[in-house]
């Protein structure tokens, strides 16, 4: 497979790791993990309001909701720059660090996002992440040849 299947944009922000953003085979459009991150960095959204981490980088004070539209406006924003869309969303799988904290207000914010379209989904619990976000998406997307 080329690199032409592999997306990567700086309107995102930058992986964490060594993976593009997003890969393309056939009609499907497979994106890799998204956080709350500024697009260009792997900093955590100064946007995110009331973020504050301890020296270890653990919760000290955050805005879920906050986490939670910056996590969709930067998958939208991946969707669109590699020729796919968000009504083109088949599959989403959500990780969550704290499930009985966060679950709800997520239900609530993917409702307002996912009233059109309603793709496939899954909730997972896991204990962390690789930087200090709670909640980070996996998605799967069709593309138009």
């Not at 100064?46 to 969709?72: H, I, M, T, Y």
Request: charged content about 25%; some cysteine; aromatic content about 8%.
């Amino acid at each position: 497979m080329s690199d032409v299947n592999k997306i990567s944009t700086d309107k995102a922000p930058k992986p964490v790791g060594l993976y593009p953003h997003a890969r393309r085979v056939g009609d499907l459009l497979f994106l890799s993990g998204v956080g709350p991150r500024v697009a260009g960095s792997d900093e955590i959204d100064s946007a995110v309001p009331e973020l504050k981490l301890d020296k270890n980088g653990n919760f000290l004070a955050f805005d879920f909701e906050a986490q939670c539209r910056s996590v969709f406006d930067n998958v939208k924003v991946i969707l669109e720059e590699s020729g796919s869309s968000w009504d083109q969303l088949v599959d989403v799988t959500v990780f969550l660090v704290n499930m009985k904290r966060d679950f709800h207000v997520y239900n609530k914010i993917y409702a307002e996002y996912f009233k059109d379209n309603l793709p496939c989904r899954t909730t997972v619990e896991i204990n962390s992440l690789p930087t200090p976000i709670a909640i980070e998406l996996k998605c799967i997307a069709t593309i138009k040849s």
